[in-house]
């Protein structure tokens, strides 16, 4: 098994999974969410990372979507 199966497999797996864009902001949530459970961020702070996380995700679908609808192909 070559490099390129396994470069394959693993991009298979983050698309059946949402998506690097969508993983990112899942992992991002996370350690946010983990950082405020111990105490090592306050909530001010959680909700503006994961305000403009989640804001980040928007527009790069919607950025994404634009340039699809201009292709006709997904980028």
Known sequence: ????AVTGDVNMLINKAGGRTFLLTVGCGLATTVLC?????DGTTYAAVVLGTVGAYITANAVRGVKQD???AAP
């Open 70 to 72: 201009k292709t006709g």
């Open 1 to 4: 098994m070559g490099i390129d």
């Open 37 to 41: 459970w111990y105490g090592k961020i």
